[in-house]
């Protein structure tokens, strides 16, 4: 990041101007490290040590199955127009998995490509699943979703898909995409679908063993 000083009532402070391509590269890539272990074309799964009871006289270290994204070709770079937003569906076929990428020609949070300006979200409201499809909109530097034909939910596209007017409390989930080449891959979400109790459904379980006992538990999302 580029840091700059700054002088209030005689003494120094550094505020952050901006973040690089590369930097604003490197979080992302730790990002989705984070939330998901994937890379192969379905969904993959790895194991990882967990702690259980903490704190408690039965706190162990047992070895837990992560269950994660499968990583899904959505489009082309070259191919993407702006401000026209492609449809997909993500992380599966099911229901409440309308989704949309678009470059939105600004520079947006957690976007793609040279400008930073390829997003993806969920098109499902987060308040009563009211459906964002068609809603698209570009006024000045903004570009949002909605209104939601259901209670007028408005959510920003360049910050995440945060709430900006109307009944909803949760932002959009966004989906997380990876830039190979030309081609644009999702390859997680951070935040919820509306109406799952799990992005990832069917085998999307996080197995905990140990030698005199096992356990199994949903797995949550990332976000």
């Known amino acids: 990041m580029t840091i700059s000083s700054i002088r209030i009532f005689g003494s120094e402070r550094k505020k952050v101007d ?13 990002r989705r490290k984070f939330l998901m272990y ?3 074309a379905t969904a993959a799964a790895s194991t990882v040590s967990v702690s259980l ?3 408690t006289a039965q706190a162990q270290q047992v070895p837990a199955r992560v269950v994660g994204y499968p990583r899904k070709l959505i489009g082309k770079l070259s191919e993407l127009k702006e401000n026209q937003p492609l449809d ?5 076929d099911g229901p409440n998995t309308m989704a949309l990428v678009v470059k939105t020609g600004v520079k947006s949070g957690g976007g793609l490509g040279p400008q930073q300006d390829v997003v993806a979200f969920s098109y ?3 308040h009563q699943g009211g459906p964002l499809n068609g809603t698209y909109k570009v006024t000045g530097e903004h570009r949002t979703l909605g209104q939601c034909p259901f209670h007028l939910s408005v959510f920003d596209v360049r910050r995440h898909g945060i709430i900006v007017s109307g009944q909803a409390y949760e932002s959009l989930p966004q989906v997380l995409l990876e830039l190979d080449g030309d081609n644009i891959y999702a390859v997680g979400i951070m935040g919820l679908l509306f109406g799952r109790q799990q992005n990832v459904q069917g085998d999307s379980t996080i197995s905990i063993g140990a030698a005199d006992q096992s356990k ?5 999302n990332a976000s």
């Open 18 to 30: 901006r973040e690089t391509a590369v930097e604003h590269g490197k979080c992302m890539l730790s």
């Open 53 to 55: 009871f903490a704190g």
């Open 38 to 40: 994937s890379g192969a």
């Open 124 to 126: 499902m409201c987060t």
């Open 216 to 220: 199994t538990i949903p797995a949550t």
């Open 88 to 92: 997909f569906n993500y992380p599966d």
